[in-house]
C-alpha cells in the first residue's frame, strides 16, 4: 500500500508502510455516494426517478511518523503539514491512477514532541473519477513516415509518407464513464471549416474559420473547463468566437466511439489529434 501526493507548487511526499511516514490506513477510494433526484406526487405511492448524481469523494489517509529522536519527528512533521497545506490544492496518486483533491484537514493527533506521532489527513475531490496517469493520444488524420535509415533512393522512386486513408476511426475509451478531451486541428495548408461529428449520437464540433498552414486549434471539452485555443507559432489566443452554433463539446462515452473528421475544403491538409485520460470509478 502506497499514495504520493503532489501539491500545486510541485512538492511530493509518499507514504507507504515503511519510515518515516507509515501508512496505516487509507479510506474513500473504492466505493462513493450519490444524491438521487426523485419527484412525488400527491397521493402516489412511492416516487418517479429524476436522475443521480455522484457527490464529492472525501478521502482519509491515517499513519503513524516513525523518526529516531524527538528533533526528527519535528523535522518531519513540518514537512508534511507543509506538503499537505489546506492553501494548495493536488493531486493523490494511488494504484497507477490520480485524482485531484484539496485537503480538508490535515495534522497529528499527539503533540509533536512525541518520537512516533499519528498523522490524520482528509482530502475533499470535487471531482469523484480517478483518473489513468497516462493520457491517451489517438491519431484521426495524419501523416505516417516511411523514410528510415539505412536509406537508399531507387531509380522508381520512393513514399516518404502514407496518408491516412480513412475518415472515420473508433475511439475505445476503457474508463468506467463518458470522459471530455482535447481535440486537436492541425493544418498543413490552407484548411476551412475543420470538423469532428461522432457517428453514434450525430453531435459535431466544427469551427468557422480558414486554418493557415502551421497553425493549430486547440479544443478542451472538459467540465468546467471548456475553451478554444488558437496557436500560431509562439502566441496562443482565444477562439471561442469561431466555434459554429450547432457545435458540441464532444465527450468520450464509456466503450467504442465512432468519430469522423471532415473539413469544407483542403481536406487532405488537416491533421486530427485527441488526447485524453480515461476515468474511473475506483482506485
Same mark, same amino acid.
Given at each position: 500500500m502506497?499514495?504520493?501526493?503532489?501539491?500545486?507548487?510541485?512538492?511530493?511526499?509518499?507514504?507507504?508502510?515503511?519510515?518515516?511516514?507509515?501508512?496505516?490506513k487509507?479510506?474513500?477510494?473504492?466505493?462513493?455516494?450519490?444524491?438521487?433526484?426523485?419527484?412525488?406526487?400527491?397521493?402516489?405511492d412511492?416516487?418517479?426517478?429524476?436522475?443521480?448524481?455522484?457527490?464529492?469523494?472525501?478521502?482519509?489517509?491515517?499513519?503513524?511518523?516513525?523518526?529516531?529522536?524527538?528533533?526528527?519527528?519535528?523535522?518531519?512533521?513540518e514537512?508534511?503539514?507543509?506538503?499537505?497545506?489546506?492553501?494548495?490544492?493536488?493531486?493523490l496518486?494511488?494504484?497507477?491512477?490520480?485524482?485531484?483533491?484539496?485537503?480538508?484537514?490535515?495534522?497529528?493527533?499527539?503533540?509533536?514532541?512525541?518520537?512516533?506521532?499519528?498523522?490524520?489527513?482528509?482530502?475533499?475531490?470535487?471531482?469523484?473519477?480517478?483518473?489513468?496517469?497516462?493520457?491517451?493520444r489517438?491519431?484521426?488524420?495524419?501523416?505516417?513516415?516511411?523514410? !528510415?535509415?539505412? @536509406?537508399? #533512393?531507387? *531509380?522508381? %522512386?520512393?513514399? =516518404?509518407?502514407?496518408?491516412?486513408?480513412?475518415?472515420?476511426?473508433?475511439?475505445?475509451?476503457?474508463?468506467?464513464?463518458?470522459?471530455?478531451?482535447?481535440?486537436?486541428?492541425?493544418?498543413?495548408?490552407?484548411?476551412?471549416?475543420?470538423?469532428?461529428?461522432?457517428?453514434?449520437?450525430?453531435?459535431?464540433?466544427?469551427?468557422?474559420?480558414?486554418?493557415?498552414?502551421?497553425?493549430?486549434?486547440?479544443?478542451?471539452?472538459?467540465?468546467?473547463?471548456?475553451?478554444?485555443?488558437?496557436?500560431s507559432?509562439?502566441?496562443? !489566443?482565444?477562439? @471561442?468566437? #469561431?466555434? *459554429?452554433? %450547432?457545435?458540441? =463539446?464532444?465527450?468520450?462515452?464509456?466503450?467504442?466511439?465512432?468519430?469522423?473528421?471532415?473539413?469544407?475544403?483542403?481536406?487532405?491538409l488537416?491533421?486530427?489529434?485527441i488526447?485524453?485520460r480515461?476515468?474511473?470509478?475506483?482506485?
Open positions: 502506497e499514495i504520493t501526493y503532489i501539491n500545486s507548487v510541485g512538492e511530493s511526499i509518499t507514504l507507504r508502510q515503511l519510515k518515516p511516514y507509515f501508512l496505516r487509507i479510506d474513500g477510494t473504492g466505493s462513493i455516494r450519490q444524491t438521487i433526484n426523485t419527484f412525488k406526487a400527491p397521493d402516489q412511492g416516487a418517479f426517478y429524476i436522475s443521480s448524481v455522484l457527490d464529492m469523494r472525501n478521502i482519509t489517509i491515517e499513519g503513524t511518523l516513525l523518526s529516531q529522536n524527538s528533533s526528527e519527528a519535528q523535522e518531519k512533521r514537512r508534511l503539514l507543509k506538503v499537505f497545506s489546506p492553501k494548495l490544492s493536488g493531486i496518486v494511488y494504484r497507477s491512477r490520480r485524482i485531484s483533491c484539496v485537503i480538508e484537514e490535515a495534522g497529528f493527533v499527539v503533540s509533536s514532541r512525541e518520537r512516533m506521532p499519528n498523522f490524520f489527513i482528509s482530502l475533499l475531490c470535487p471531482s469523484p473519477y480517478f483518473e489513468s496517469l497516462t493520457q491517451v489517438e491519431e484521426l488524420a495524419s501523416w505516417m513516415p516511411l523514410f !528510415s535509415f539505412v @536509406f537508399e #533512393l531507387e *531509380d522508381s %522512386g520512393m513514399e =516518404f509518407g502514407l496518408r491516412q486513408p480513412s475518415q472515420i476511426i473508433t475511439v475505445d475509451n476503457i474508463g468506467d464513464v463518458s470522459c471530455g478531451c482535447e481535440i486537436v486541428f492541425q493544418a498543413l495548408g490552407a484548411v476551412v471549416n475543420p470538423e469532428l461529428m461522432n457517428l453514434d449520437t450525430g453531435e459535431y464540433l466544427r469551427l468557422n474559420t480558414t486554418m493557415e498552414a502551421d497553425t493549430q486549434l486547440r479544443i478542451s471539452t472538459h467540465f468546467a473547463n471548456k475553451r478554444v485555443t488558437s496557436v507559432g509562439q502566441s496562443q !489566443s482565444n477562439a @471561442f468566437s #469561431l466555434l *459554429d452554433t %450547432g457545435s458540441t =463539446f464532444l465527450q468520450l462515452s464509456a466503450g467504442r466511439n465512432l468519430l469522423r473528421y471532415s473539413a469544407s475544403e483542403n481536406m487532405e488537416l491533421e486530427v489529434s488526447y485524453y480515461p476515468q474511473y470509478l475506483g482506485a
